[in-house]
């Protein structure tokens, strides 16, 4: 199971949640290893079955009311009761005042204690969704990611078959680089994968012949994407390889890969000189459309082919 820590989450959305570490500053290395936010309203009173392990732990207005209406010796076990498991951290929303109580445990038990003028309903909304990418699974394709036509493509094949060449014809046609040579994949839901470009690789695309292309530079801003949702994978294979395989011309249904359990859609384009790839591609990404509306060009063939055969049998008879 993918984790991050604690620290990491704090330098990624500080100034976005304008947090501010007060306590528990030796905790920076707790692990995170769930996307769930929670708010310990019950687990304060003693349900303890609602304080979960390795995650942030928000404290809003209900709860700092509460906290400031115990006494003292309510108010020590009260915050014993959140600390019973190993949190990760705690964060005190809506710009309130931790009380020293819970400074001293986050101390004493090394948990980083954040606070935040957010509002935290809005505090857990980000924290949620950055979490839910940072923990996703996650798997590493070698290829060519490009958005064609507002899809996620994954250009795969052979090397030198010739993907960063056809990347850079899409890319002259108007569609977007996401990421050459390494592609990262994370789960970011039961059935979505979103790829992402390495930081190091981010805008450029490897060309025999022509080296490293700056892809920002030479095609503007709107030439290149961080990420893209995976829809399609387009698999590039030599014709000369295809021609001793024993291939289906009306083959109805389309070829998918499984990638972290998510099945992805994926098409064969035959290489050879004189092919036009790039239209080869966006025709394919045209015609992934239609299938996904129902409507399959092999199967309204075969209707029509199958229907004149029954006119022709009847004219026979």
């Not at 980000?126 to 699974?137: K, M, N, T």
């Not at 015609?287 to 996904?292: A, D, G, I």
Request: hydrophobic content about 45%; glycine content about 6%; some cysteine.
């Amino acid at each position: 199971m993918p984790e991050i820590s604690v620290e990491k989450l704090y330098r990624d959305t500080r100034r976005n949640l304008k947090l501010t570490w007060v306590a528990g500053l030796s905790g920076g290395d707790n692990m995170l290893s769930s996307e769930t936010v929670s708010k310990p309203s019950l687990a304060l009173i003693g349900h303890l079955n609602f304080v979960h392990p390795n995650r942030v732990q928000v404290l809003g207005c209900a709860e700092m009311d509460y906290l400031r209406s115990l006494a003292s010796k309510e108010l020590q076990q009260s915050i014993q009761n959140l600390f019973s498991t190993d949190l990760a951290a705690v964060v005190v929303a809506n710009g309130e005042k931790p009380p020293q109580e819970l400074i001293d445990a986050a101390n004493l038990l090394d948990t980083p204690l954040f606070t935040t003028p957010l509002q935290s309903p809005s505090l857990m909304d980000v924290l949620s969704h950055y979490l839910s990418q940072a923990v996703a699974e996650t798997v590493s394709f070698h290829g060519v990611f490009m958005e064609v036509q507002g899809f996620g493509v994954l250009i795969k094949g052979d090397p030198a078959i010739g993907k960063s060449e056809l990347a850079l014809e899409l890319i002259s046609r108007g569609h977007r680089l996401v990421a050459d040579d390494i592609i990262d994949f994370f789960k970011v839901a039961p059935d979505r994968l979103e790829g992402r470009c390495p930081r190091l690789l981010q805008d450029f695309l490897e060309v025999r012949g022509l080296g490293v292309l700056n892809i920002r530079e030479l095609f503007g801003d709107n030439s290149v994407k961080p990420t893209k949702p995976l829809d399609l994978i387009i698999q590039l294979e030599h014709a000369s390889k295809l021609m001793s395989m024993e291939l289906d011309r009306l083959k109805i249904t389309s070829q998918q890969e499984k990638i972290l359990g998510v099945k992805i859609p994926k098409f064969l384009i035959p290489v050879a000189a004189g092919r036009n790839i790039a239209v080869l591609v966006e025709v394919a990404l045209r015609n992934h459309m239609l299938l996904l509306r129902g409507i399959n060009g092999t199967r309204q063939f075969m209707q029509r082919q199958s229907r004149e055969m029954k006119k022709a049998m009847q004219k026979k008879s």
